[in-house]
């Protein structure tokens, strides 16, 4: 199995998936009602409506995107070899409140046989502004399921009552001939255990 990760993020880069260390005492650890996390928009080849969903966890420590659509295999049509998803997602709270992503976590599956590659990327931001986190990987001959976890930039999101946040992401496959025929790239389950993007947020009062 050959995998390459490349992670570029802007700004200081959080050490702890639960909490940037210089975030202050102000800090939330645990926020109240009033939270929320909806769809505000999505298109491209890998998402659909009806196959993308996007869930907060109880606590609001967590934003989970959840794809059961999203595969990208070499087959009989070239535009089969590459999906992509443009996803912007809105992020309730009550005013005076504003949030960072400091880790994220990508769950798929890669099922690709010699003479084919693989590659996954996804870029992370709010809107109007320079990428928090991008992440690129490279994908050699492999069966099985990969994780990539990986701490992002500290910036805070503009403090107002909606703020949106956009995820890019894209899975390529390449290769020729029949040893390679039916490899494929997953973002792809209904199962939030099993694949599945989870952002870990913190909040603080603005």
């Known amino acids: ?7 570029t993020a802007t700004g200081v880069i959080a050490t702890l998936l ?8 102000s800090a939330s650890a ?8 909806e769809v505000q928009n999505l298109h491209g080849s890998g ?7 996007a869930v907060l966890s109880n606590d609001n420590m967590a934003l989970t995107i959840i794809y059961s659509g999203f595969v990208a295999e070499l087959g009989r049509k070239a535009k089969d070899a590459r999906k992509e998803c ?8 009550p005013k005076g409140n504003r949030y960072t992503v400091t880790g994220i976590q990508q769950r798929g599956y890669a099922d690709i046989a010699q003479g084919a590659t693989g590659t996954f ?5 709010y809107p109007g ?3 928090l986190y991008t992440v690129t990987r490279d994908f050699g001959p492999t069966v099985g399921a990969w994780q990539d976890n990986t701490p992002a930039a500290a910036e805070w999101s503009p403090c107002d009552a909606h703020k949106p946040f956009k995820v890019d992401t894209d899975l390529i496959i390449k290769g020729k001939g029949d040893q390679a025929a039916g490899s494929s790239l997953t973002i792809d389950s209904t199962d939030v255990d099993a694949a599945s993007t989870t952002l870990r ?5 603005c």
């Not at 443009?86 to 709270?93: E, G, S």
């Not at 990327?121 to 931001?125: E, I, L, R």
């Open 86 to 93: 443009r996803l912007t997602l809105r992020v309730k709270a």
């Open 201 to 205: 947020l913190r909040w603080e009062k």
């Open 18 to 25: 639960t909490g940037v260390a210089a975030a202050g005492a």
């Open 1 to 7: 199995m050959r995998l390459r990760t490349t992670v």
């Open 129 to 131: 502004k320079n990428p």
């Open 30 to 37: 645990r926020p109240g009602p009033g939270f929320g996390i």
């Open 121 to 125: 990327t996804a870029v992370y931001n």
């Open 47 to 53: 998402c659909r409506k009806k196959d993308t969903d």
